[in-house]
T-cell receptor
Framework: EPEVTQTPSHQVTQMGQEVILRCVPISNHLYFYWYRQILGQKVEFLVSFYNNEISEKSEIFDDQFSVERPDGSNFTLKIRSTKLEDSAMYFC???????????FGAGTRLSVL | QKEVEQNSGPLSVPEGAIASLNCTYSDRGSQSFFWYRQYSGKSPELIMFIYSNGDKEDGRFTAQLNKASQYVSLLIRDSQPSDSATYLCAVSDGSARQLTFGSGTQLTVLP
């Protein structure tokens, strides 16, 4: 069964460093999303992406965040200068055209020290 | 500010019983309603989705939607210990739009 793949599963970084979280969406999906979940808190929407541009973004998705689809398969989330409060699970999701279901990847646990 | 509210629990039921999970939402424009299951440290896994008022059944799971009351629920019949997880209610106001999640209800099914 096709699935959304995220790498790495765990990323440890120092405060102020840049990180790139990678996602390979399901191959025929064209809508892509990033969510995050701080430990013990709810899943929060960050950004959605369609047709090579951002469709929606939340207040959390400020200038330190960016997304990119560098090729036909990868979808990345870059955090330019990480803060302690960026420590969370980051989930990538994708959705096909004409469907309503977002399929989630296994997540990347980001730990900012 | 769109809000999705769930009882955080924990909710404990004996094996074989019916577990009832509830969710209310603030945005009357919401169109799509989802129940995800999340095991500790794992990603959300879709259990059910519902778009129209009424009931929708899939195996042991029944989703119920009442748009007038802005209420959606999930019933789990013949609960099993493997159903023990956090159940997340999520709402969207369009097919390509973001999901707004509740904080989840932790369910424990006791053998």
């Amino acid at each position: 069964e096709p699935e959304v793949t995220q790498t790495p599963s765990h990323q440890v970084t120092q405060m102020g460093q840049e990180v790139i979280l990678r996602c390979v969406p399901i191959s025929n999906h064209l809508y892509f999303y990033w969510y995050r979940q701080i430990l013990g808190q709810k899943v929060e929407f960050l950004v959605s992406f369609y047709n090579n541009e951002i469709s929606e973004k939340s207040e959390i998705f400020d200038d330190q965040f960016s997304v990119e689809r560098p090729d036909g398969s990868n979808f990345t989330l870059k955090i330019r200068s990480t803060k302690l409060e960026d420590s969370a699970m980051y989930f990538c999701a994708s959705k096909p055209v004409g469907g309503n279901i977002q399929y989630f990847g296994a997540g990347t646990r980001l730990s900012v020290l | 500010q769109k809000e999705v509210e769930q009882n955080s629990g924990p909710l404990s039921v004996p094996e074989g019983a019916i577990a009832s999970l509830n969710c209310t939402y603030s945005d009357r424009g919401s169109q799509s309603f989802f129940w995800y299951r999340q095991y500790s440290g794992k990603s959300p896994e879709l259990i059910m989705f519902i778009y129209s008022n009424g009931d929708k059944e899939d195996g042991r799971f029944t989703a119920q939607l009442n748009k007038a009351s802005q209420y959606v629920s999930l019933l789990i019949r013949d609960s099993q210990p493997s159903d023990s997880a956090t159940y997340l209610c999520a709402v969207s106001d369009g097919s390509a739009r973001q999901l707004t999640f509740g904080s989840g209800t932790q369910l424990t099914v006791l053998p």
